[in-house]
């Protein structure tokens, strides 16, 4: 046993995004000492609001998937429970055949299980309806082989080009900033794989069971009151007051094993020592640091052979009462843009909505967003002619507006790590090589998903890993 007062060194986490917040958090709740180095001059990292016309928003994600129980349940822990707060409406759209298409009931993650409400949404041409109900008369056996498989073909194949480009694509590739031509079902949508193997129909295959075992209940998405960006200075407030330390502005720059599972962390005024790591940074960052000492470069190779997508972000404000008006009373979130379309931008947001507390009664606020992996062209435009363009393409699209009070523009340079084929088996052997250097752990969006949920999980179960604890346990 230690004895009272006895120096501790600190496990140090690199990154104050939310997964390594969420690793500090587990970390102090288990008695831990930490010290969070985050290079920026702000917590949070994609967890960060921006001002449109004085109004605080989300410039990274804005909500959370309500089943998924990490996030919410981080939320809760810090104390921020009777601020989660659902959509003001549901349901979204889709641009395909020159208008707005409602999109459909019964999707699965973006891939129809019901033939009649498919047909009612017009977003399929008659041969692309017609190529889709043959899979309602599949008696064949499952093709699919024992590996993993990309989620464009998949679909294509069961369900035609059409399911695939205006529907699996803008949805599931949306969520990844990427085509699903090459994209891992195992990794994004393992019930996709499943269903895929089973003989029959996929569509029947992806339905839940009839009847549901009990019916829905709650909102499928939460977000906070005053934006989702405010979990990550309240959980570093939480990690400072429970004796961790966050260091801003302090760049790491080198990792180097000192034994028994120490390290020595490096960077610009900075040598300290370690009783542990979580490495919480994108895996091209991490990569960089990594590839510092020679015992860890065969780590960081494996960390920057992984391909990244960018993206940015373009929010608006209207004036209240003006054309833009009609968006604050739409009947769903926003629509989708199918990258078949050519469009520069790939999706948008009705955030007053979507979230009807964040002006009531001031400016309406619109989000588009634009870039993918392999569409670079947003990244050739300045700020302003970015904004230009997608106004423009909003206008086209969802109809006419008079000039916007506010827009600003916000960047994430290879924000979206890309999960190809065969993704898990990357992973298994990025954790083996892992494991041969004690004492470190790697958590991120490039491991097992890109929402803040899987974020979140990641953080923690690296810190549980250097605490000895198993991956399922609570501190």
């Avoid at 909500?63 to 549901?90: F, H, N, Y």
């Avoid at 969520?175 to 193997?197: E, K, Q």
């Avoid at 054309?323 to 769903?332: K, N, V, Y």
Wanted: hydrophobic share 45%; with cysteine.
């Amino acid at each position: 046993m230690r004895p009272e007062g006895e120096h501790r060194d600190p496990v140090v986490v690199v990154g104050a995004g939310v997964t390594g917040l969420a690793a500090a958090f587990e970390l102090v709740g288990a008695g831990q000492p930490v010290v969070v180095l985050e290079a920026g001059s702000a917590v949070g990292g994609k967890l960060r609001s921006v001002s449109v016309a004085g109004i605080p928003v989300d410039a990274g994600p804005d909500a959370v998937v309500a089943r998924r129980p990490e996030a919410v349940g981080l939320a809760k822990e810090a104390g921020l429970g009777d601020d989660l707060v659902p959509p003001g409406v549901s349901g979204a759209f889709v641009w395909a055949r020159h208008r707005l298409r409602r999109l459909p009931e019964g999707l699965a993650l973006g891939v129809p299980t019901r033939l009649g409400p498919l047909a009612r949404s017009g977003i399929l041409g008659p041969l692309g309806l017609a190529r889709a109900g043959l899979d309602l008369l599949a008696r064949r056996p499952a093709h699919e082989g024992p590996g993993d498989a990309a989620v464009g073909a998949l679909v294509t194949r069961r369900l035609g080009r059409q399911v695939a480009a205006r529907l699996a694509d803008p949805l599931i590739g949306g969520i990844h900033a990427g085509p699903t031509a090459a994209m891992s079902s195992a990794a994004v949508f393992p019930p996709l794989l499943a269903a895929a193997r089973t003989p029959g129909s996929l569509m029947r295959n992806l339905r839940p069971p009839a009847p549901p075992p009990s019916p829905p209940s709650g909102p499928a998405f939460l977000t906070l009151r005053q934006g989702l960006w405010h979990l990550a200075p309240v959980l570093a407030e939480l990690v400072a007051r429970r004796g961790g330390e966050v260091r801003l502005d302090q760049p790491v720059e080198a990792l180097h094993p000192v034994g028994a599972g120490r390290w020595r962390v490096q960077g610009p005024g900075l040598d300290l020592e370690a009783a542990g790591v979580v490495l919480a940074l994108p895996a091209w960052a991490a990569a960089q640091v990594l590839a510092e000492d020679p015992t860890t470069a065969g780590l960081g190779r494996r960390l920057g052979a992984l391909e990244h997508a960018s993206v940015a972000v373009a929010t608006f404000a209207f004036r209240p009462g003006g054309p833009a008006e009609r968006w604050r009373q739409a009947s769903g979130t926003g629509y989708l843009v199918p990258a078949e379309q050519g469009l520069l931008g790939t999706g948008c947001t009705w955030l007053s909505s979507k979230w009807p507390h964040l002006a009531p009664g001031g400016p309406v606020l619109v989000r588009v967003s634009a870039g993918r992996d392999g569409d670079r062209r947003a990244e050739a435009l300045d700020d302003q002619r970015l904004g230009r363009r997608l106004l423009a393409e909003l206008r086209a699209v969802a109809g006419d507006v008079d000039e916007p009070l506010d827009a600003v523009v916000v960047r994430w340079p290879e924000a979206f790590p890309q999960y190809r084929v065969g993704h898990l088996d990357w992973v298994a052997q990025l954790e083996a090589a892992t494991a041969l250097h004690p004492g470190l752990a790697l958590a991120g969006a490039y491991l097992r998903g890109v929402g803040v949920p899987a974020c979140v999980a990641a953080g923690r179960a690296a810190a549980r890993a250097l605490l000895g604890q198993p991956a399922g346990s609570r501190a």
